[in-house]
């Protein structure tokens, strides 16, 4: 398990770092390191799978610790594929508002000056407020992510809250099955040692009595 969960949290962090090149990359190649981005997010998501298993079959006094571990992992790999969402939705929404002003800049308009003037606050107020209708988008989806997170990750944290539970619970139940067998033998031992005291006294009592 060591090995795998080393080998995911490097992957973690190296995804960390390509993250920060996404804004440096030209438009032409953008897309690209997304894909990578998102396959290595992928990738790094199957094998937190495989530790979740793992951590399940660790020795009892290591497996919370262990399932604990994962769950931070699984938190950060969260928060990195949500930044990519985003990063990918402002780049959807930026390039859609390109292509609109290059067709608004290459319509033809009437030779008139006065029919131009009109089309031309026309098409600018259209395009304010599809500016502004992006931007309530942009933060209807952004507010809805966060919402999405944030439930996703208390359930994690109930799920790991009702597994320490059951832990606890467990071994509650043998240290009660443990306290009881110890019990148990004190009984037991105290009886062997007041029937011996009996034995000892009686014998005690016949040897003076018949050879006092």
């Not at 060591?2 to 190296?14: A, R």
């Not at 996703?152 to 467990?170: E, F, I, P, Y």
């Amino acid at each position: 398990m060591e090995t795998l969960y080393h080998q995911t949290n490097k992957q973690i962090h190296e995804v960390q770092s390509q993250m920060g090149q996404l804004e440096r990359t030209d438009r032409d190649s953008v897309h690209l390191l997304e894909n990578e981005l998102q396959a290595r997010i992928d990738q790094i998501f199957n094998h937190l799978e495989r530790l979740e298993i793992l951590a399940s079959k660790e020795p009892p006094n290591r497996r919370q610790n262990a399932k604990t571990r994962v769950d931070q992992l699984k938190y950060d790999v969260q928060h990195l594929r949500t930044a990519l969402q985003n990063f990918q939705h402002r780049r959807y929404t930026r390039e859609a508002q390109e292509r609109e002003r290059e067709e608004l800049l290459s319509r033809s308009f009437t030779t008139n000056d006065a029919d131009t003037a009109i089309h031309i606050d026309e098409n600018v107020q259209f395009n304010s407020s599809l500016q502004n209708a992006h931007r309530g988008m942009d933060d209807l989806l952004g507010s809805g992510s966060s919402i999405l997170n944030g439930l996703r990750d208390q359930r994690s944290t109930l799920k790991g809250t009702h597994k320490k539970m059951l832990d606890v619970a467990n071994m509650l139940g043998l240290s009660n099955t443990v306290m009881r067998l110890i019990e148990r033998r004190a009984t037991q031992d105290k009886l062997i040692m007041i029937g011996g005291m009996l034995l000892t006294c009686v014998f005690m009592f016949l040897v003076i009595r018949y050879l006092g």
